[in-house]
DNA sequence: GTCTATAGGAGGATAGAC
DNA sequence: GTCTATCCTCCTATAGAC
């Protein structure tokens, strides 16, 4: 049909996307690193190694870079989800995801959403890809969260929707990047803090409370 | 000695701080409303009603606008905790001044740091203003949490950095924000939760641990 | 101290050759 | 599709009259 082989295209798609691929995961340091506003197009170019107008080619705007790199993520943590062992118990699954999350942040390989409005963020929410995935992956978690206060081993008093809120923020807490400046625990140690302020609260817990 | 009568020159004063302060709330509401980046120096003149280029008469640059109004907070801040009841338990003080920021935050009245590097922050940490106020607030918050874990209220694991951190990330939690946005809860009904989760955890506490 | 007008520079995006 | 060179917009900051 097109007078080229099926394994020309083939080879030269494959070129293709691991030439993006590479590009994504600079976008991804770089946005884990600086936050979209304060990463430029010129750095990421740099990075990759290709000059800005070549980005722009696979590209069409600054936008477009970020949210391949957040669904990128999205997609590595509906893996993970996938990959959960399922003899664990609801909350066993939301630990490790939060667990998870939290590691990608102190590696370095977690963009981080800026809170505030911003041209990302609507980028984001007319991407079908990106809120496909965020959907799929809330429907999975609020289940866990629902199942989970169904049989008593999270507050069933909590909304549901404030229980996945907070794991989503608590994915992202400031508090990883304070304590990892401050030089004086492991990244392990800091997760099992923060995951344990997170579930158990700042307050004492008694007897068969663990 | 200088020819001028005392009462003039506090009338002056009077007027020029009056002005400034007009300037610092302009700052701080856009400041909660977008953040730093995205705030322009033209956005606060409009909303004050003066040229930018006295703007910079008052202030020599957008950090230091920004700086401002981060040290006006601050004081609020420090006045809040001189005005709390001295009955009070540490964790009821504590809970009490994240209720009170939380609130602000709810109010838009609460700017919120970059998290990431940015000039701003390196503004601030080179103000004597801003620095010892964090300085006192970290110290007095500091004596209540390691009062607290003294008295077993507060989880004496958890090293008492770590709860400050907490408690400092949980005033400007991003949660607030998602549930507002939601509108299920109102303002009262969002801050209880989100203490809740702070302080109790997400996961069920029984019997006397209330 | 307030204004209008503008300098100066950063950064997103594009033109056009190869 | 990759490059170099350039455009254009936005934004901080300042010059200079009043």
Redesign the interface.
């Known amino acids: 049909m097109t007078g080229t082989t099926p394994t020309k295209v083939s080879f030269k798609a494959q070129m293709l996307l691991a030439r993006e691929d590479a590009i994504i995961q600079s976008v991804n340091r770089l946005l884990a ?3 979209f ?2 990463m430029t197009v010129d750095e990421v170019a740099a990075d990759v190694g290709i000059a800005k107008a070549s980005l722009y080619k696979h590209f069409p705007s600054k936008e477009d870079l970020a949210c391949a790199a957040m669904v990128s993520v999205m997609r590595r943590a509906q893996v993970f989800l996938d990959n959960l062992p399922t003899e664990s118990s609801p ?1 066993d699954k939301l630990r490790s995801v939060v667990q998870w999350t939290m590691g990608l942040k102190l590696a370095g390989e977690m963009p ?1 959403l ?5 041209s990302l963020r609507t980028k984001l929410m007319s991407s079908k890809d990106y809120m496909d995935g965020l959907m799929d992956v809330s429907d999975r978690l609020g289940a866990w969260i629902e199942t989970a206060q169904a049989q ?5 008093q ?2 549901s ?3 996945l ?2 794991l ?2 608590r994915a992202c ?3 990883l ?3 990892k400046m ?1 030089e ?2 492991t990244h392990d140690q800091i997760i099992a ?2 995951l ?14 663990q």
Do not use: M, W
Request: charge should be negative.
């Open positions: 690193d600086k936050g506003e304060a909350v981080s800026p809170s505030q409005n911003s008593g081993a999270l507050n069933p909590l909304p929707i404030a229980v809120y907070t989503y923020a807490d400031p508090v990047e304070f304590l401050g004086l625990f803090l923060v344990s302020t997170c579930f158990e609260g700042l307050e004492t817990r008694h007897r068969q409370d």
